[in-house]
């Protein structure tokens, strides 16, 4: 599938640290009609982009109470190795999570390695993609000294309601040359707008084959991406996301 192409393009890099570095990233939305459609949407996602081996995704929720659904609902995935970040969590479990997740960003640039034929093999734990979920208040704090986790795929499953929160969950999450999906429900496709608009980034609607998502044109116009909206209650895609 030509996902490998987008994957394997370029190995993880620095986050992105300067508004520029925001316009080169690939932001995405998928939209459905009602909100208990999003988790069967994002299992369907990351049942394509979750078996790439080695993948570090992070998913950013705005409540506990959604971190916790969301984990519960992915645990059980076999090619998924999965962390949690949450308030009350102790430092040093955090910090596990943190640094077992940056290894994975690593591994992630060796299999890429792989596929560019210097022979090193991956063991099958390392086949797993490594996902981590988190809420706003754990992020990682750039300005105390903290590193970037420089995720390949960042999933906004509740989309922020503010740019500064959505700009802070780029520069503390995403590799320089990563891709954003923000998932929707209905009405806050208004939300999504007034983010782009207010920002100057360009979220154009995700391509009904994933695998079509490194081609897209990131220098289109905002008017031509509004215009690739799709019709949720004649699509299929309104209940589900199908690659």
Do not use: W
């Given at each position: 599938?030509?996902?490998?192409?987008?994957?394997?393009?370029?190995?993880?890099?620095q986050s992105p640290s300067n508004f520029s570095s925001f316009n080169q990233?690939?932001?995405?939305?998928?939209?459905?009609?009602?909100?208990?459609?999003?988790?069967?949407?994002?299992?369907?996602?990351?049942?394509?982009?979750?078996?790439?081996?080695?993948?570090?995704?992070?998913?950013?929720c705005n409540s506990r109470?959604?971190?916790?659904?969301?984990?519960?609902?992915?645990?059980?995935?076999?090619?998924?190795s999965l962390s949690c970040l949450f308030s009350d969590q102790a430092e040093a479990e955090r910090g596990l999570f943190l640094e077992k997740f940056r290894e994975a960003t690593m591994k992630w640039s060796?299999?890429?390695?792989?596929?560019?034929?210097?022979?090193?093999?991956?063991?099958?734990?390392?086949?797993?993609?490594?996902?981590?979920?988190?809420?706003?208040?754990?992020l990682p704090l750039l300005a105390s000294g903290e590193s970037s986790m420089s995720?390949?795929?960042?999933?906004?499953?509740?989309?922020?309601?503010?740019?500064?929160?959505?700009m802070r969950r780029l520069t503390s999450c995403l590799a320089?040359?990563?891709?954003?999906?923000?998932?929707?429900?209905?009405?806050?496709v208004v939300t999504l707008k007034s983010l782009e608009e207010s920002s100057g980034l360009i979220i154009a609607e995700m391509p009904i084959n994933f695998s079509d998502v490194g081609k897209t044109d990131i220098t289109t116009s905002l008017q031509e991406a509004r215009r690739r909206m799709f019709d949720w209650a004649e699509s299929p895609l309104n209940k589900c996301f199908y690659f």
């Open positions: 599938m030509a996902i490998d192409a987008i994957e394997a393009s370029s190995p993880p890099c990233l690939r932001h995405f939305y998928v939209a459905v009609d009602r909100p208990h459609f999003k988790m069967e949407t994002l299992i369907d996602l990351l049942g394509v982009a979750g078996r790439r081996p080695c993948l570090p995704i992070v998913v950013c109470d959604e971190l916790d659904a969301l984990c519960s609902a992915v645990s059980d995935l076999p090619y998924i060796q299999h890429v390695a792989v596929e560019t034929g210097d022979g090193h093999e991956i063991d099958k734990e390392e086949q797993k993609s490594c996902m981590i979920v988190v809420t706003d208040a754990c995720a390949r795929f960042l999933i906004n499953y509740e989309l922020p309601t503010k740019k500064e929160t959505y320089a040359d990563g891709i954003v999906i923000n998932m929707v429900v209905g009405g806050e």
